[in-house]
């Protein structure tokens, strides 16, 4: 009869059958202990992070829920094969994907904190917006950049030559790429600080119209005639820029007048009606109208009010109806409006 003593110190590969047994027992242990851990830990993390008003717990049961089979098969592999020999080739290609899976997990990790804390500080400045998609790319850059040097360190590549090498090229590129990059953080800047959103109305310097797309490179508006302004990001952020969408009040002045017939003690009563003509739109807060001057061929009137909306089609329709209203009053009254007029006065010679 086989002793079993010879059985489990029998060699295969360099290892004992007892090591080898021992190892796929570790194997099994530890990838059964990671599914339960899924399956009851995890699971009960979900359900009381849902229970809380802060996102960090969410995005770490996120990330622990993302992790897959594969990822629990190969952590066990590794932990497996530290107690029994193998090939150098073979322990070194383990390492490797080891590495490679850990840093992209930590990478995946990292992106949705720094998305979260970035997208935290956004919503400070814009409470209903989201952080835009070229932040994510941005950090998803700067982090896969890190992991994967980090990831060639350890694959034994002599890093500090790329590194040198990536900083004389990414020099070269960025005088070349001058231009492009202005714009692309003048991009940035303009996310951040929102001096206009898609939807405003705005004037740079002679154009002015509705802002229809911010981009990397350029923002592109729609002007009044209807056609599309390309502007520069960088042009946008040195320019001065008048939003007519963040204006909660509209100040109007006109002027209007009346012909000499008018009588002093009409002046005052007219001032109080116009006034009262303004007040009686719902979206006109007046300010003021005064008895201004004598003009060449009128009594001229100032009038100032305010416009509760930056809606420019309500202003024009507010502005319409009080002229006509005011119309109306001058002609129950018996008042003209004045309009330019000259009177010319001839004497003869000898008289």
């Known amino acids: 009869m086989v002793d079993i003593q010879q059985i ?6 360099g290892n004992t059958v007892l090591q080898l047994a021992t190892a796929v027992g570790i194997f099994g242990f530890i990838f059964i202990a990671m599914k339960l851990a899924r399956k009851h830990v ?18 770490v049961t996120a990330f622990l829920g993302g992790i897959r089979t594969p990822m629990y098969l190969l952590v066990a592999f590794f932990v497996a094969l530290q107690g029994i020999e193998v090939p150098e080739s073979l322990s070194l290609i383990v390492d490797i994907i080891i590495l490679v899976v850990v840093v992209s997990q930590v990478v995946k990790l990292l992106e949705e904190v720094f998305a979260m804390v970035l997208g935290a500080q956004f919503r400070k400045t814009s409470p209903n917006s989201e952080l835009p998609g070229v932040f994510r790319i941005g950090i998803r850059l700067i982090l896969w950049s890190v992991g994967g040097l980090l990831i060639l360190s350890n694959a034994g590549v002599d890093i500090t030559s790329l590194i040198a090498g990536l900083g004389i090229g990414g020099l070269a590129i960025s005088l070349a790429l001058q231009g492009i990059l202005s714009d692309l953080f003048a991009s940035f800047s303009l996310v951040v600080d929102k001096p206009f959103e898609i939807g405003d109305f705005i004037i740079v310097g ?9 981009g990397m490179k350029t923002t592109r508006i729609t002007a ?3 056609e599309e302004i390309v502007i520069s990001n960088n042009e946008l952020t040195t320019a001065r820029v008048q939003n007519y969408k963040k204006m909660q009040k509209r100040r109007i002045v006109f002027t209007f007048g009346c ?31 005064h008895f201004r001057g004598f003009g060449e ?30 119309m109306k009053y001058f002609e129950e009254n018996g008042l003209e409006i004045a309009y330019p007029t000259q009177t010319v006065y001839v004497k003869k010679e000898g008289q």
């Open 224 to 226: 009044l005639e209807g």
């Open 297 to 326: 061929s009128d009594l001229q009137f100032e009038a100032v009010y305010y416009m509760l909306t930056s809606d420019y089609v309500d202003y024009m329709d507010t502005q319409q109806d009080i002229n006509i209203q005011m």
């Open 42 to 59: 995890i699971d009960r993390m979900f359900k009381m992070s849902k229970k809380t008003s802060t996102r960090v717990d969410d995005v």
């Open 8 to 13: 489990l110190e029998f060699q295969i590969g």
């Open 206 to 214: 002679e154009h002015k119209g509705t802002v229809k797309n911010i």
């Open 259 to 289: 012909t000499y017939d008018a009588k002093a003690d009409q002046m005052a009563k007219i001032a109080d009606d116009v006034s009262k003509i303004i007040d009686d739109h719902e979206l006109a807060e007046v300010d003021r109208v």
